[in-house]
Antibody, heavy 121, light 110 residues
């Protein structure tokens, strides 16, 4: 059974960089796309982006200038960095595995439990 | 601001049937597969329906999905109290070159 676990600071100061890591267990990280999704309290889900194990990425256009994703296959981990954060970036951040039969036919079959990141001084 | 529109809430009595709509456009639902996720209170979302109408292993067949043109629907039959949750449709959007979620629908069992 594949399991995903997010980790990283729960509190980030405004204008700094949010950094999260997702550790995959129970299966290999290779040959899949992996995504980050976030959810502000009481609001809906927002896709942040996806990364393939080759390093190829797609980002949400609204966040693209501030997002960097990376993958470390030796550790079975992938990571998210979001720069210049503001209070609007306060949310629960989820990592998820992407399944896709075709290039844009993504769906998320495994999710992490989520981690709350608060942006505050 | 989501490009996939869902009703904010639906409610129905136990054992009845509810339908949740998801309205999009030719750049998302009209040209890509639709997926549905269930989010129980305080939990991570869970895949409910993928590729318009397919059920993942372990998901009750009380859930069904359909799509027509630029709209999709999720139906829940034999409504149970455990179905109280938020439901999100989602699809890839070719214009945005990214994945989009619906606005979400809260299902209440009366």
């Amino acid at each position: 059974q594949v399991q995903l676990q997010e980790s990283g600071p729960g509190l980030v100061k405004p204008s700094e960089t949010l950094s999260l890591t997702c550790t995959v267990s129970g299966g290999s990280i290779s040959s899949y796309y992996w995504s980050w999704i976030r959810q502000p309290a009481g609001k809906g889900l927002e896709w942040i982006g996806r990364i393939y194990t080759s390093g190829s990425t797609n980002y949400n256009p609204s966040l693209k200038s501030r997002v960097t994703m990376s993958v470390d296959t030796s550790k079975n981990q992938f990571s998210l960095k979001l720069s210049s954060v503001t209070a609007a970036d306060t949310a629960v951040y989820y990592c998820a595995r992407v399944r896709a039969a075709a290039a844009t036919w993504d769906y998320f079959d495994y999710w992490g439990q989520g981690t709350l990141v608060t942006v505050s001084s | 601001q989501s490009v996939l529109t869902q009703p904010p809430s639906v409610s129905e009595a136990p054992r009845q049937r509810v339908t949740i709509s998801c309205s999009g456009s030719s750049s998302n639902i009209g040209n890509n597969a639709v997926n549905w996720y269930q989010q129980l209170p305080g939990k991570a979302p869970k895949l409910l329906i993928y590729y318009d109408d397919l059920l993942p292993s372990g998901v009750s067949d009380r859930f069904s999905g359909s799509k027509s043109g630029t709209s999709a629907s999720l139906a829940i039959s034999g409504l149970q109290s455990e179905d109280e949750a938020d439901y999100y449709c989602a699809a890839w959007d070719d214009s945005l070159n990214g994945y989009v979620f619906g606005t979400g629908t809260k299902v209440t069992v009366l």
